[in-house]
């Protein structure tokens, strides 16, 4: 429709044309909006925390935040690959503690170097996510119950090897990357940007991102087009382990000590941070950017309420209701505005 189209014989703009300018002008509103609302969300917390308790404003607490969001970020992005394919994830929680633990005995009661036994923590974590590949694909098993049964027995497991006690005395080069500092900075969180540059960077500009989008969009189609949807699939589960592996290092080195039930505080959250992000539930659709934004959303939740000094059960409950405000807000991205 052309300006002049729109005019009436008197030069008025025609009423039903600006009716619908309007109405476009508020969906492209109410789309940006639903497309920022972590970053929106992140920015108004931070206000209020900070009105709160000056505190939380300071260079220490920042730093604090980085540190703890670096685990939650790490399993944020493994959970993330699963989801992108139309899968979910249950046992990375699990995965990070029992990853950590064999590493961590396979250095102190075998003497191996610290070096092969990290590596033989996240090998295990990566095999785990192998096996879970092959069993989603393969058996064609449901990716939630059988995660769900994987996580039980790991969690079994964590619990027969550790014999129900906390693993500690690890050598100070084991616990390095937990506590060593720069200027003063953490360097844990550098861990966490990298993992985020190189998630990015993968799906973006790389052929197995695309095939991971296209799996998770539509299977049928892609595997049309000639992607071994299968094989994606697999892939996204084992850099899901792969990545899992390398978090519970992280938090190991970062606590000094591995419990027998590390690492299953997080998944709630990890599966949270990147639906709050953008991640669809569907498959097929998410950024680094906006897992990152869910990540630093929740992270700045949990430190926030402690420093206001709200009892740690009401944290709980909170994440709770974010899952919930997660997915509805999906759900309004897809269906409301069609943002696919």
């Known amino acids: 429709m052309t300006a002049q189209s729109d005019r ?10 600006l009716a619908v300018k309007r109405q476009r002008s508020v969906a492209v509103r109410a789309q940006v909006v639903l497309q920022n609302v972590v970053w929106i969300w992140l920015a108004g ?20 935040i980085l540190v703890q969001a670096t685990v939650l970020g790490l399993l944020g992005l493994a959970q ?32 191996l170097p610290v070096g092969l036994g990290i590596i033989i923590g996240i090998g295990v974590a990566t095999m785990i996510g192998f096996i879970n590949g092959l069993c989603v694909t393969r058996l064609k098993m449901v990716s939630l119950i059988e995660s769900l049964g994987m996580m039980i027995t790991l969690q079994g497991g964590l619990l027969a090897i550790s014999q129900g006690n906390t693993i500690t005395d690890m050598p100070g080069s084991y616990n390095w990357i937990g506590q060593a ?93 990147p639906i709050i992000g953008g991640v669809s539930v569907f498959g097929g659709r998410g950024g680094t950017l906006g897992i990152l934004g869910g990540v630093l959303l929740l992270t700045v939740i949990h430190v926030g ?32 505005l069609g943002d696919h």
Do not use: C
């Open 181 to 273: 500092t720069l200027g003063g900075w953490p360097l844990m969180p550098v861990v966490l940007l990298a993992g985020f540059i190189a998630m990015g960077f993968m799906l973006r500009r790389t052929i197995l991102g695309r095939s991971l989008y296209a799996t998770g969009g539509n299977a049928a189609a892609a595997l049309v087009a000639g992607i071994r949807v299968q094989r994606i699939k697999i892939i996204a589960f084992t850099l899901s382990g792969f990545i899992s592996g390398i978090a519970g290092h992280l938090l190991a080195a970062w606590q000094g000590a591995i419990t027998s039930d590390q690492g299953n505080g997080f998944l709630l959250y990890a599966i949270a941070a």
């Open 45 to 64: 917390l931070i206000l209020i925390f900070g009105i709160l308790n000056p505190f939380f404003l300071t260079t220490s607490n920042l730093q604090n």
């Open 80 to 111: 993330s690959l699963v989801l992108l394919v139309g899968e979910i994830d249950l046992s990375i929680g699990a995965v990070t503690g029992i990853s950590s633990a064999i590493g961590a005995l396979a250095i102190q009661r075998l003497g």
């Open 8 to 17: 009436t014989a008197d030069g008025s703009i025609a009423a039903p044309v």
């Open 305 to 336: 309420l402690a420093i206001v000094y709200v009892p740690s059960f009401y944290v709980t409950m909170i994440g709770g209701v974010l899952i919930f405000i997660a997915v509805a807000v999906d759900a309004l991205r897809v269906n409301v």
